[in-house]
């Protein structure tokens, strides 16, 4: 099979654990037969610095004309003071390409166990939890937002809107994940407060009349933080806005290990989609080696997965994976103490000399 990847490494770390992903892939797609056709593209702060915005349309159209794009991650303090900052070009990219669904599976590999910072007799049946987060709509895209002055103070504003329709394509998307799982869906909002929450209830149940097989829940977003930590296997599938999706997930993330394990999907309703770890840029650690790129050898397996089709060979990477982590290799973030860790380099390649075996 041909495989069309647009590669967009971004910022801070993201090159460093793009290029780990990256000969990931080519070993699959060398072992499986298919023809892999890389390019790669500015978004974020490399491309403020060589085109004066983070998003520019040669990147648009080249993620349009792709199968499937891969993103590091962007931002970084070098840029935090602009008007148009690196993260506007990711959000630009993820509407341009109708990427309103974001799926953040966290799932803990038993051999790390050991790194997860809840009790052991919480995790000992392991951690799979599914967060299902809309990602073209609510706060971080809402009209209006700004900055202006109010009664002579500073004021800045956004807003929280969703449409019935946006909650009803992230329900059916969410209940149908939920169908192939344990069939257990908590929907996740603030309906005790906010308007746009209770329009979101609303539709989630109307939405669930088509599912009757699978059992729906519903909780406040400060319980549900609460619940994750406390018993994470309460949950199945969570589904949930764009702001209380981010949050969730990077909580969802660091009870899996760490923020370095793991991936994401962005999918539209059948165009292209976009796999990229859930974590930033991490400029405190970008340039050392020290990032973990496992995060990112996951997003392309949920590439193959979710973009061609290609079960095998995700699961042949998730396999190699598991037994990186099984022969005791560590990163600095899932390291125990007393370890010594290995740099990212080192951990991509030993997944790729597990897949060469
Ligand atoms: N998808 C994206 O491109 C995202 C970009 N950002 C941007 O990234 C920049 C930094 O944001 P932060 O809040 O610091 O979040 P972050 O996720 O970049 O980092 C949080 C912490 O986790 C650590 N960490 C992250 N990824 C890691 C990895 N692969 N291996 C080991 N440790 C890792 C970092 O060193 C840091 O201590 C900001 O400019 C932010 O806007 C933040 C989140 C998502
Ligand atoms: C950087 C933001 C635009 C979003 C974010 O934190 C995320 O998608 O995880
Ligand atoms: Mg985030």
Redesign the pocket.
């Known amino acids: 099979m041909k495989l069309n990847i647009v590669l967009l490494p971004?910022d801070?770390?993201g090159p460093e654990?793009t290029k780990q992903a990256v000969a990931v892939l080519e070993t699959v797609a060398q072992k499986f037969g298919h023809e892999l056709h890389c390019t790669e593209h500015l978004i974020?702060g490399c491309a403020i610095d060589a085109t004066g915005h983070p998003l520019p349309q040669d990147t648009v159209d080249a993620c349009k004309a792709a199968d499937a794009v891969f993103?590091g991650?962007?931002?970084?303090p070098k840029w935090?003071n602009l008007e148009v900052r690196?993260?506007v070009g990711?959000l630009g990219i993820r509407k341009a390409l109708g990427l309103f669904a974001n799926l953040r599976p966290a799932k803990l590999f038993p051999e790390l166990a050991g790194a997860c910072f809840l009790r052991p007799d919480i995790v000992q049946d392991g951690i799979d939890v599914m967060v299902v987060r809309e990602l073209t709509g609510g706060i971080y895209f809402g009209e209006p937002q700004g900055q202006e002055v109010r009664d002579g103070l500073r004021t800045g504003y956004n807003t929280m809107v969703y449409n019935e329709d946006e909650v009803r394509r992230i329900a059916r998307l969410a209940f149908e994940t939920a169908m192939k799982r344990d069939k257990r869906l908590c929907s996740v909002d603030k309906a005790n407060v906010l308007e746009v929450s209770r329009l979101w209830r609303t539709v989630v149940e109307e939405v669930a009349t088509e599912y009757p097989e699978v059992e729906l829940s519903h909780l406040y977003v400060d319980n549900a933080a609460m619940q994750l930590v406390r018993d994470p296997n309460q949950f199945d599938v969570i589904v949930t806005g764009n702001l209380f999706g981010d949050i969730l997930s990077d909580e969802a993330a660091v009870i899996t290990g760490?923020?370095?394990m793991l991936p994401s999907a962005s999918l539209s309703s059948g165009g292209v989609g976009l796999y990229?770890?859930?974590?930033?840029?991490?400029?405190?650690?970008a340039g050392q080696d020290?990032?973990?790129?496992l995060?990112s050898i996951l997003s392309m397996a949920m590439m193959l997965r979710y973009s061609f089709n290609l079960e095998d060979e995700a699961q042949v990477i998730e396999d190699a994976v598991q037994r990186v982590l099984r022969a005791g290799h560590r990163?600095?973030?899932i390291a125990a103490a007393g370890d010594s860790p290995l740099g990212g380099s080192k951990m991509g390649q030993l997944v790729v000399d597990e897949l060469s075996n």
């Open positions: 971004g801070g770390i654990i974020g993103l991650a962007v931002g970084g935090d690196p993260e990711l760490s923020i370095g990229e770890p859930i974590h930033g840029s991490a400029p405190d650690i020290k990032a973990n790129p995060a990163t600095g973030d």
